[in-house]
């Protein structure tokens, strides 16, 4: 029985993860735009340390605002961005799977 529920347990963790990896980019584009508006809670078209706080987006702020001014402009959230998914392009291909 343990063994099952173990089998349940991992097919639970992965699947999301699976699914994550099929959104079309449109969807993560109307995905990111949603998260922006969210998080600019003072709608002056830049991210605050303060309304970043207590969101996943907080460790990464610094390296968001590339200017380092404290704000972090959709214009460096989408540099950010594009590097990162850069980057994850770049390890996925030195490990052969791209």
């Given at each position: 029985?343990?063994?099952?529920?173990?089998v349940i347990a991992g097919m639970a963790f992965?699947?999301?993860?699976?699914a994550a990896s099929s959104v079309h980019a449109a969807d993560a584009a109307s995905q990111a735009a949603a998260?922006?508006?969210?998080m600019d809670a003072n709608?002056?078209?830049a991210l605050?340390?303060?309304?970043?706080?207590a969101t996943p987006w907080q460790a990464k702020f610094d390296a968001m605002d590339?200017?380092?001014?404290?704000?972090?402009?959709?214009?460096?959230?989408?540099g950010y961005m594009?590097?990162?998914k850069k980057t994850q392009k770049q390890h996925k291909a030195s490990n052969g799977n791209m």
């Open positions: 029985m343990k063994k099952r529920y173990a992965a699947i999301p993860f699976g998260s922006w508006a969210t709608t002056d078209g605050s340390p303060e309304e970043v706080s590339a200017n380092g001014d404290g704000k972090a402009t959709k214009k460096e959230f989408k594009a590097n990162m």
